[in-house]
């Protein structure tokens, strides 16, 4: 500073800025993004005040405070501001007058202080004129070195007249250090000011024409090497002109690829194109670099290469029983998919195959058997969280790094133009600014459309009608409907206890025993411990959770086998159902507690979770209050709905049963679902709590033994539900033996094998009433 502190200080809005000294009469654009910034800046614009911009003494620091931050600065008008996606703001803002920053203001979301305004502490002297021709000569001259400075600059300066203002733009636009600039915007003389800019620029040109002497000799010595390059160049398009060479070497070689390729002849004369463009262009300019890799692209990929296929039935059937137990509906279908390519031949298209199921139940080797079943190649790739549609259409050619979708790209990997294609994860697909996945598969996967694929980076059309195509998701409600109504939906519901005893003994134990050098003759794992297993130390729809306590039995097993010294290892290792505690600790899982006697207001449900079947135990109490009904157990929307509407049925059919004694007004009543940490939802349990408060009410007992599913109507209709074989394989493990189901779901029973329905009793009802006869004891 070279002049006293002012003392008309002002309430003002601070903008702290980094790397930048605003002069007064210039305008510049200023992005902002930091929370504090954006606030000051918010305020400042509603409330139509100027703003002081100051700059940081480190641009590094993030919350600047009033210690930070150099006294002198510009107070600035906001002209215009704008709102950036990215959550950053622009404005525009224009330089009026040099401020003095005197005191800051504690203000927790906005930059505020007392700013003073600083004016010239003398009048203009005689030779101001003259110091203004010198600043406009050699800022002249130092834009003219200058690459970085529009020339145009020149001639806005000329027509200013006064003096200082002359020098404000001149020293705005100088490339110099930050300091240098601060130091220029604290001077208040205006001769002083003047002078030191003249000493400012004379410096800053004698650099740069330093700057220049030195590239000038670099230059020279590259220019022979430029020199010998362009007339290479030259020389090859008058040959070309003279037809004595059309081509160089490389690209008469790409010519000699591209006819002795498979292309369609469409995309044989674009390739050749492409190369003659190529031949005309410096080998080492980045152009001719992106021509090379999408004329590689061409050549690589399988425009008619196809994998014959293998149709036999009984072979492909045989892999299927191999690589996946139980599962029958839906190898089924994939041996009714093959029949009709057997029967078809050449004018069957490729299908679109959406599996659909909890975790770990097989979508992705099943898929991998289907290949392996029809002699096809195999790839995948997951469109979980894919959120750009170029992923599938592939990036225009003049983005830098383009490249095709990975459509096109798996294409190329298989080598072939009839793989088995899986996309993994179909139902968690995003969506932003970059556009939307799901619309660019619409396209891929419609046989009516895909023979004619054509990716943005190729721009050419490619085959991919026959290409099979396997997604596999957790869920559908997540696809959009367009996409979910282009594919054939087979669900995989998941495996019970029954089958995946089945699986770990003829699937996972061979590998695991494999995968830890361990053979039959070393380990023998009892069918009562693998059950145990099963039951007690997982719950889950899928076999992920039963291999990984299957694979820390043969770890223990091979730890205890190496420690033991494996040559003196002679006694078979024998694991059951007593030993499982030392191998896989305490079970994590236990059985509900099934009421095994005559009890009000305790009634057993069945319920599907992902992981399978579930016995719910649903207990209701009833106590004076005011007509209400709690329910509590973490229920969902459904369930509370099912038992709102079974509450209305007892009230509205109170009379018919026995109930009519009752003040609803008086009353009030508790349904609870044990495990309340667990989220429990779905439309399965209106009949269940219709029974249990019809015990409480009435005071009729349940009788043990009973579970029962299905949902009420208002008019007291048990309506179908899903997830039975689940349901009352679940009821068959807690020795539940007789069953309620609706009517209408008993075609569900009769399609089932005959090992699931063995010593069940099956009650069907079509009413409430019918269930209540069935599960109540009489009054």
Same mark, same amino acid.
């Given at each position: ?172 636009? #100088? =490339?110099? !250090?930050?300091?240098?600039? $601060?130091?220029? /915007? @604290? ?9 030191? *800019? ?32 362009? #007339? =290479?160049? !030259?020389?090859?398009?008058? $040959?070309?002109? /003279? @037809? ?9 070689? *790409? ?43 061409? /050549? ?10 293998? *149709? ?468």
């Amino acid at each position: 500073m070279t002049t006293k502190e002012p003392t008309n200080a002002e309430h003002s809005y601070i903008l702290p800025v980094r790397d930048l000294v605003l002069f007064p009469g210039v305008i510049v654009p200023l992005y902002i993004g930091r929370p504090r910034s954006l606030k000051t800046v918010e305020k400042a614009s509603l409330e139509e005040k100027p703003i002081f911009v100051v700059t940081q003494k480190d641009h590094l620091t993030e919350n600047p405070k009033f210690e930070d931050l150099y006294s002198v600065g510009t107070i600035c008008y906001i002209l215009q501001m704008i709102r950036i996606p990215d959550g950053t703001v622009k404005i525009l803002v224009e330089g009026k007058q040099r401020g003095f920053f005197n005191e800051s203001l504690e203000e927790k979301e906005t930059f505020e202080g007392l700013v003073s305004t600083l004016s010239w502490d003398s009048a203009l002297p005689e030779n101001m004129e003259a110091l203004k021709r010198s600043v406009l000569e050699l800022f002249e001259k130092y834009v003219s070195l200058h690459t970085k400075i529009p020339k145009e600059i020149i001639v806005s300066i000329s027509n200013i007249e006064h003096p200082c203002e002359v020098a404000d733009i001149v020293a705005s636009h #100088l =490339r110099i !250090q930050t300091e240098k600039k $601060q130091d220029l /915007l @604290g001077i208040t003389n205006p001769e002083k000011y003047m002078k030191v *800019l003249i000493k400012t620029l004379m410096e800053e040109i004698e650099l740069l024409q330093l700057e220049q002497s030195i590239q000038e000799q670099v230059r020279q010595k590259m220019e022979k090497g430029h020199r010998e390059y362009y #007339l =290479r160049e !030259q020389l090859k398009i008058i $040959q070309t002109e /003279l @037809g004595e060479e059309d081509f160089s070497s490389e690209t008469e070689n *790409l010519l000699k690829k591209i006819d002795a390729s498979d292309m369609p002849k469409e995309v044989r004369e674009k390739a050749k194109r492409e190369v003659d463009r190529l031949s005309k262009m410096p080998p080492i300019s980045s152009e001719a670099s992106v021509s090379r890799t999408y004329i590689d692209w061409l /050549l690589a990929l399988p425009w008619n290469t196809v994998t014959e296929e293998n *149709l036999d039935i009984s072979k492909a059937k045989k892999i299927l029983d191999e690589d996946h137990y139980g599962l029958v509906k839906v190898k089924e279908r994939i041996l009714e998919f093959l029949a009709v390519r057997q029967m078809a031949g050449k004018d069957a298209k490729g299908q679109v195959l959406c599996f659909v199921g909890p975790p770990g139940v097989g979508k992705t080797s099943l898929a991998k058997s289907i290949a392996r079943a029809l002699g096809r190649r195999f790839v995948n790739f997951s469109l979980g969280g894919m959120r750009d549609e170029a992923e599938i259409r592939g990036h225009r050619r003049t983005y830098v790094g383009a490249r095709p979708g990975r459509i096109i790209q798996k294409i190329k990997q298989a080598g072939t133009k009839n793989p088995v294609m899986l996309m993994d994860e179909i139902d968690k697909l995003g969506q932003d600014f970059r556009g939307d996945p799901a619309s660019a598969l619409l396209e891929v996967l419609d046989p009516a459309q895909n023979s004619e694929f054509t990716d943005h980076y190729l721009e050419a059309a490619f085959d991919l009608s026959n290409v099979i195509f396997i997604t596999t998701a957790n869920v559908i409600h997540t696809i959009p409907a367009p996409l979910l109504d282009r594919m054939e939906v087979i669900r995989l519901p998941g495996y019970v206890a029954e089958e995946k005893v089945h699986i770990a003994k003829k699937h996972l134990l061979p590998r695991l025993f494999s995968e830890h050098g361990l053979t039959e003759d070393m380990i023998q794992i009892t069918p009562k411990a693998i059950e145990k297993t099963v039951r007690d130390y997982t719950r889950e729809a899928g076999v992920r959770g039963l291999q990984r306590n299957l694979a820390t039995l043969c770890r223990k097993t091979t730890l205890h086998i190496i420690e033991e010294g494996k040559d003196n290892f002679q006694e078979k290792i024998k694991i059951g159902v007593n030993d499982l505690k030392d191998y896989l600790g305490a079970p994590r899982l236990y059985d509900v507690h099934v009421p095994k006697e005559k009890q009000i207001g305790t009634v057993v449900g069945l319920a599907w979770t992902e992981s399978g079947g579930d016995v719910l135990v649903i207990e209701t109490v009833s106590m004076r209050g005011k007509g209400d009904i709690i329910l509590t157990g973490n229920l969902g929307n459904i369930m509370q709905e099912s038992a709102q509407t079974a509450l209305g049925f007892l009230r509205a059919h109170s009379t018919s049963l026995g109930i009519d004694h009752i003040n609803w007004k008086n009353i009030d009543i508790h349904i609870h679902v044990p495990e309340g940490a667990i989220p429990k939802d779905g439309p399965s349990a209106g009949v269940t709590m219709a029974v249990a408060m019809l015990s409480v009410l009435s005071g009729r007992k349940i009788l043990p033994g009973v579970a029962m599913t299905g949902e009420i109507s208002l008019q007291g209709k048990v309506l179908p539900v899903g997830g039975i074989r689940e349901k009352i394989l679940a009821a068959k493990r807690q020795k539940v033996f007789q069953i309620i189901l609706p009517s209408a779901n008993k075609i569900d029973i009769e399609e089932m094998e005959q090992w699931v329905t063995q010593d069940l009793t099956f009650h069907f009802a079509d009413c409430a009433s019918d269930v209540f006869d069935i599960a109540l004891e009489r009054r």
